[in-house]
């Protein structure tokens, strides 16, 4: 049973994108502020039952977490406002739902009886609520969705019946609604989040707090006017207005009051909310002293929303170096003809060449490490930023033309890049990569252990391809220097893998196996984006 002291559910209503996740997670960062220890949890309403396979340009990144699950990019939210370290337990689909159901209808545990929506996927549902939420004082749980949706209904009927189970007075129904400003009337309108807040209440919800997201501050009369129609306190309507920055969000749901509202609400006591290092952060990120530009040059579909974590790591670069930092995103493909490599990159401070699958835009990310390398350029490669940069070299350098990577011409002779051999016999797709948390030996003198100052570090993977062990020792030979490596025992590989690799005659040019941007937070900036922004910072001082 619910081991949690308390719940509180987010649903959104109007329209999508109206930023749950974020409005979550700041929910979250301001009860963690007042020393209250959270949990979040993410409820999917469609039915994949694997999201890792899902296309980012549809769905945004996949992120990765500790454990190795691949999963909705709004639990990179949470990590990143929150110190709640996520597991496989805290975001999960209809899909997974009813597989688990099915399943246990084919083991006959439901002894015969007629397997329905209402008790046993609901029971479900609820099952895997308080597993997520076990051992926390509050648990954050986010229905994905907008209310209304035919999907959403069955996760809505869930938290509906909660409060059964703990008891009203230990649930919050937050609502996140839009109120618009049409500029023809000059005013701001409620209609549209008065029958959200009546589509919630008809499938049984009472709404305890909304939150108004807005383009402006909403008065005490339209609050009012909220109020009265949507059956609550004028008190318990909160404007959340757009914010020049999601790291602003925290501080002005704080400045709004909503943080105290909830531990009235839910009777809790608290200390007082310590909010002076969001303070710090705005404060930077509103004046900062600096400003550098990075180009990032990946498949142009997938930018922004599907590279989400990468954006907000070199973001917190920034923060750390008191800098503004400007993506420019560049068109791998486009790198090639005539010129126009030249003047694509002519203007950034930093190249970064980040992770990705797939043969499209490779050899214009190849020729983009080429010109970082020769031109003495801030270079930054994630997993395959770093697999491309050792081909680049193997051919340049080492003088291997043919120097390739298993995934894109399996018949090289110079596999630089290749399956290691346990991912030799895996067939399938989906779940059979390296995944999660795995630990990396830095070695000393290097860059890379300069950047973290310490020699073991954890880093989390995504990707089926490694540096080959069999050209390893050649291509060291001209000069790369490979500067961290993984030597667990769990690998069949001997003589460990290939984490990190550094160029010496360089400022700087260093590459990674692992995705250091799942780690990055607001107030801890990893610290290779935090090295990475130093460099492309000192680069534009020339
Ligand atoms: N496609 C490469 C691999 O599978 C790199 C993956 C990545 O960049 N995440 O190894």
Redesign the pocket.
């Known amino acids: 049973m619910a081991k949690a002291k308390k719940f509180i559910f987010v649903t959104g209503g109007v329209v999508s994108s109206l930023g749950k996740g974020l409005a979550s997670a700041s929910v979250g960062a301001l009860l963690e502020s007042r020393g209250i220890k959270v949990t979040m949890l993410k409820m999917d309403p469609y039915i994949n039952v694997d999201p890792g396979t899902m296309n980012p340009t549809q769905h945004g990144e996949v992120f990765v977490l500790e454990d190795g699950t691949e999963c909705d990019l709004d639990l990179g939210h949470y990590e990143r406002f929150t110190h709640v370290q996520l597991t496989k337990k805290n975001n999960f689909t209809t899909g997974q739902v009813y597989d688990t159901v099915i399943q246990n209808e084919r083991k006959g545990k439901y002894l015969g009886e007629t397997v329905q929506v209402i008790p046993h996927i609901t029971d479900e549902i609820k099952r895997r609520i308080y597993e997520a939420a076990d051992g926390a004082d509050v648990a954050l749980i986010e229905v994905g969705g907008t209310v209304g949706d035919i999907e959403s209904l069955p996760f809505v009927e869930a938290i509906r019946q909660v409060k059964f189970d703990v008891g009203r007075e230990n649930v919050l129904y937050l609502h996140l609604t839009l109120v618009p400003y049409i500029a023809a009337a000059g005013e701001l309108k409620t209609k549209p989040t008065q029958h959200s807040v009546a589509q919630l209440r008809h499938e049984g919800i009472e709404a305890d707090i909304l939150l108004c997201r807005t383009d402006r501050p909403l008065s005490a009369e339209i609050k009012k006017k909220i109020a009265l129609f949507c059956n609550l306190e004028a008190d318990r309507v909160f404007t959340a207005q757009d914010a020049d920055s999601i790291y602003e969000v925290p501080l002005n749901l704080h400045h709004e009051g909503v943080d105290d509202k909830i531990v009235e609400l839910m009777n809790m006591w608290t200390s007082s909310p310590q909010v002076n290092a969001w303070e710090e952060i705005v404060q930077k990120i509103k004046s900062p002293k600096h400003a550098v530009k990075i180009g990032v040059v990946g498949k142009y579909v997938d930018l922004k929303e599907s590279y989400k974590s990468l954006n907000e790591a070199l973001f917190h670069g920034g923060i750390g170096n008191n800098a503004k930092v400007e993506m420019k995103f560049i068109d791998a493909e486009q790198m090639l003809s005539n010129g126009s490599l030249e003047k694509a990159l002519d203007d950034v401070d930093g190249i970064l060449v980040p992770?990705?699958?797939g043969i499209r835009g490779i050899e214009g990310k190849i020729a983009a490490i080429r010109y970082a390398r020769e031109k003495k350029r801030p270079f930054f490669g994630?997993?395959?930023?770093m697999?491309l940069a050792v081909i680049e070299y193997s051919r340049s350098i080492v003088g291997w033309a043919d120097a390739n990577s298993a995934?894109f011409e399996p018949n090289s002779k110079h596999l630089v890049i290749d399956l290691m051999e346990e991912q030799k016999q895996v067939q399938n797709m989906g779940g059979t990569?390296r995944l999660g948390a795995w630990e990396c030996e830095l070695v000393t003198g290097t860059r890379a252990f300069d950047a973290y100052k310490k020699s073991m570090i954890s880093e989390r993977h995504?990707?089926?391809?490694?540096v080959s062990n069999r050209f390893r020792d050649e291509i060291a030979a001209k000069g790369m220097i490979f500067s961290g490596f993984c030597r667990d025992p769990k690998l069949a590989t001997k003589g460990g893998l290939v984490e990190m690799i550094e160029l010496r005659e360089h400022p700087y040019f260093v590459g990674c196996q692992f995705?250091p941007e799942f780690k990055s937070k607001p107030l801890a900036p990893h610290p290779l984006f935090n090295s990475f922004v130093a460099a492309a910072i000192a680069f534009k001082k020339g």
């Open positions: 992770g990705g699958f994630i997993c395959l930023g697999q995934e990569m995504r990707h089926r391809y490694e995705h």
